[in-house]
């Protein structure tokens, strides 16, 4: 998958901006604050019809304006779409057209394999276990199309047993029966999502460990998995059997639940653990390791796209600067799996000449103050130096 | 103030009705004060009658302006058969089908423990005791098909299967007439999971 084109318009710091891109590599320099992440955070808006991690939607438009607005040329499939993202402030009113035709904003994502790498997902295993769900349902909705639709209705449902849980007016009977109301589509919601993050677990881990072993040769091994309250293979359970168990779980704790005033059984409280040579990244690696196990899972995540038939575009916002020297190839390895790149910069480094060379066609892109120029210069090597 | 206090307190208490923003109960306002005198003192009068006419029908608590509602004053309903709906709307929609020969029960709401609303304010109490007193054989569910709706549905369910009644739910899926294409993934997920042998 690549985008040939983009054009922004009262976009966050960018009034107006039309940009033709390279199929390859295009590089984004610029200092803080001149708008490089606004840029890379388009794509992932344009890809997906909504905005990058936990933006909102009134957040995007330049301020003063009524209005953003995006357009861009995205090449899926062998297939050319033509893909326009809005939204305006005072209709609320989201914008999302294919071809020209309305439609609903996620029919692109699920098929769109993009990979966004932030310097702070490389403190993915430092983190608490909320982040890393965060990071897993975020990464999982892009791939798996039901997923979201689960996870937003898993969310609500939770919200609202919460609340019921703390009820004080009802009876012990009625209350027991209202928990279980509520806790029928947890069980129903929860079953599915459970299955798919083992899923995709799973196939992440494989190539993650993989990844892992080349770089360290072999001496150090990771293991990703997931972390669950059901202690049950959920590969090869079917669902039937996964919301057997899962309301057996849920019935042994019923009592708890009412003693403590909110839901402690259900995937909410998973987590994704991290094992070097067996112990938890967490609590025995050291800071370099974590992050190269990080490296590892995004690897895994491009080659698993890479898999599917389709490469994968990969957008790294101001990665290198974060990292030493042995996780900066690390990173340049991945760069190939990828079929087009969006790499942001503040400077231009001596480092960064192998990704040159791996690249046939590349752009550079000059940011400053919310405008960007491409820089155009003759032969590859010259236009660092 | 751009405008008068009257006029002030006009737009004040359109604003308060579902739908309506500042801008549309700036329109009906002056709108209003276009009107003739005896049309004013129409629609205040429709409002405040209708208020203090329109009650619950003691049965099913559909609106109604006498004890029973013309649905359960209907003897020609079929009085083994109970549908259980969300809105007054909901109901409407049914009988416009001219399928249903039952009667209903209207919940006004669904659980919603965010909103302060539990079993006892949508009424299910006098719900079961109605499935036990006029000897109702099946229950038709027809709450709408979301978190809230699904789970007053399991709540009715539960509730009143140990007395002894067939409790259904209404099937979901396609909508009629439609292409397969335009349904969106969960709708189809819940066509395939009651898809049905022929």
Same mark, same amino acid.
């Given at each position: 998958m690549y985008i040939s084109s983009i054009f922004l318009k009262n976009y966050r710091n960018y009034k107006k901006q039309d940009l033709q891109l390279s199929p390859g590599i295009n590089i984004i320099q610029g200092a803080n604050g001149q708008g490089k992440s606004n840029f890379l955070e388009s794509v992932y808006n344009l890809c997906f019809g909504r905005p990058f991690r936990g933006f909102k939607e009134i957040d995007l438009v330049y301020r003063g304006t009524p209005y953003y607005y995006l357009q861009g040329t995205i090449y899926l499939q062998q297939r050319c779409y033509k893909v326009e993202v809005g939204y305006e402030i005072e209709k609320k009113r989201k914008i999302f057209k294919i071809n020209g035709r309305k439609d609903r904003s996620n029919s692109l994502a699920g098929r769109c394999p993009v990979v966004f790498f932030v310097p702070e997902d490389l403190e993915l295993i430092r983190r608490g276990p909320e982040e890393r769900r965060r990071f897993l349902d975020r990464e999982i909705s892009q791939i798996a199309p039901l997923y979201g639709e689960y996870l937003s209705r898993y969310n609500r449902v939770i919200y609202q047993k919460n609340r019921a849980l703390k009820e004080k007016k009802l009876s012990r009977e009625s209350l027991k029966n209202l928990i279980k109301a509520?806790?029928?589509?947890?069980?129903?919601?929860?079953?599915? &999502? =459970?299955?798919?993050?083992? %899923?995709?677990?799973?196939?992440?881990?494989?190539?993650?460990?993989?990844?892992?072993?080349?770089?360290?040769?072999?001496?150090?091994?990771?293991?990703?998995? %997931?972390?669950?309250? +059901?202690?049950?293979? =959920?590969?090869?359970?079917?669902?039937?059997?996964?919301? +057997?168990?899962?309301?057996?779980? &849920?019935?042994?704790?019923?009592e708890e639940e009412y003693i403590r005033g909110f839901s402690i059984v259900g995937p909410h409280r998973d987590d994704l653990a991290f094992l070097i040579n067996g112990c938890d990244a967490k609590r025995f690696a050291s800071h370099g390791q974590q992050r190269s196990a990080v490296i590892a899972?995004?690897?895994?995540?491009?080659?698993? %796209?890479?898999?599917?038939?389709?490469?994968? +575009?990969?957008?790294?916002?101001?990665?290198?600067?974060?990292?030493d020297e042995k996780r900066r190839e690390q990173c340049f390895e991945l760069l190939a799996k990828a079929e087009q790149i969006f790499l942001s910069i503040t400077k231009k480094e001596k480092y960064l000449d192998p990704i040159f060379k791996k690249f046939s066609c590349f752009s550079f892109f000059h940011v400053q103050n919310g405008s960007i120029t491409e820089i155009k210069e003759n032969g590859n090597d010259r236009l660092f130096y | 103030?751009?405008?008068?206090?009257?006029?002030?307190?006009?737009?004040?208490?359109?604003?308060?009705? /579902?739908?309506?923003? /500042?801008?549309?109960?700036?329109?009906?306002? *002056?709108?209003?004060?276009?009107?003739?005198?005896?049309?004013?003192?129409?629609?205040?009068?429709?409002?405040?009658?209708?208020?203090?006419?329109?009650?619950?029908?003691?049965?099913?608590?559909?609106?109604?302006?006498?004890?029973?509602? /013309?649905?359960?004053?209907?003897?020609?309903?079929?009085?083994?058969?109970?549908?259980?709906?969300?809105?007054?709307?909901?109901?409407?929609?049914?009988?416009?089908?001219?399928?249903?020969?039952?009667?209903? *029960?209207?919940?006004?709401?669904?659980?919603?423990?965010?909103?302060?609303?539990?079993p006892d304010e949508l009424m299910i109490p006098q719900l079961l005791q109605l499935i036990k007193d006029k000897k109702i054989e099946e229950v038709v569910i027809a709450t709408n098909p979301n978190v809230e709706g699904d789970a007053t549905a399991?709540?009715?369910?539960?509730?009143?299967?140990?007395?002894?009644?067939r409790v259904t739910r209404i099937g979901f899926g396609l909508p009629v007439g439609g292409d397969l294409e335009y349904a969106d993934e969960l709708t189809m997920t819940r066509a395939l999971e009651s898809r049905r042998e022929m």
């Open positions: 509520w806790n029928a589509q947890i069980i129903h919601f929860g079953s599915r &999502i =459970l299955q798919k993050r083992a %899923y995709y677990i799973s196939a992440w881990s494989e190539l993650a460990s993989r990844n892992f072993g080349l770089l360290f040769e072999n001496e150090q091994q990771l293991k990703i998995s %997931y972390k669950s309250f +059901l202690q049950k293979d =959920l590969l090869t359970g079917d669902l039937s059997e996964i919301e +057997l168990l899962f309301s057996i779980e &849920i019935a042994a704790k019923e899972l995004k690897a895994a995540q491009i080659q698993y %796209y890479h898999q599917q038939e389709e490469k994968p +575009l990969f957008i790294l916002d101001d990665i290198f600067s974060e990292l | 103030m751009l405008f008068s206090p009257s006029i002030t307190r006009l737009v004040e208490v359109f604003r308060r009705l /579902p739908g309506i923003g /500042p801008k549309t109960a700036l329109r009906l306002t *002056f709108f209003v004060l276009t009107m003739k005198n005896e049309e004013v003192q129409e629609m205040a009068r429709a409002l405040v009658e209708a208020k203090k006419r329109v009650r619950y029908c003691t049965r099913c608590r559909n609106l109604t302006e006498d004890e029973l509602c /013309p649905v359960c004053r209907d003897e020609r309903r079929d009085k083994a058969l109970l549908c259980v709906v969300q809105e007054p709307r909901d109901m409407m929609v049914i009988e416009k089908t001219g399928q249903f020969k039952g009667r209903y *029960f209207i919940l006004h709401g669904a659980l919603s423990p965010v909103e302060g609303i539990g399991y709540y009715i369910a539960g509730a009143a299967k140990p007395l002894g009644v």
